[in-house]
């Protein structure tokens, strides 16, 4: 653990706007982390057991996410909303991009991921997490 965090500490010190994401051991690690204001971190035994428990509850959500993870034509991106999208509901948004090949995945807002499944509206400040076709 202690590694990990001088590791990222120093990082951090060297290229403060770098987000920083760790797979440590341990599951206090990530909090530590956060602490230290550095970015997001997965203790990998956590990451294992939810995706088999994820697996044995629904047998492909495993395989899904495997496939997120290691698709090489397909890409995970962050990107802010659109003007025209500030206070539309996220429906309304997942229809929309829809159309031009993007799957909004989640929202990003002060440093909270969401699936943002209800009918809420998006800010400013949201960011959207877009699955797309590289």
Do not use: C
């Not at 057991?49 to 044995?56: E, K």
């Amino acid at each position: 653990m202690h590694d990990i965090l001088i590791a990222a500490l120093s990082l951090h010190r060297l290229a403060p706007g770098l987000p920083i994401t760790a797979i440590p051991a341990r599951l206090n690690t990530p909090q530590a982390m956060a602490e230290l204001g550095l970015s997001a971190s997965f203790p990998s035994d956590d990451l294992m057991s939810h995706v088999l428990a994820r697996s044995a509850q629904t047998p492909h959500a495993g395989p899904l996410i495997w496939q997120v993870v290691r698709d090489e034509e397909h890409r995970i991106q962050e990107l802010d909303v659109a003007p025209d999208e500030i206070g539309r509901p996220m429906n309304e948004v997942r229809s929309k991009r829809a159309l031009s090949g993007q799957l909004v995945l989640g929202i990003l807002e002060d440093n909270e991921v969401r699936f943002g499944l209800e009918k809420e509206e998006l800010h400013a400040e949201s960011r959207l997490l877009i699955l797309r076709r590289i």
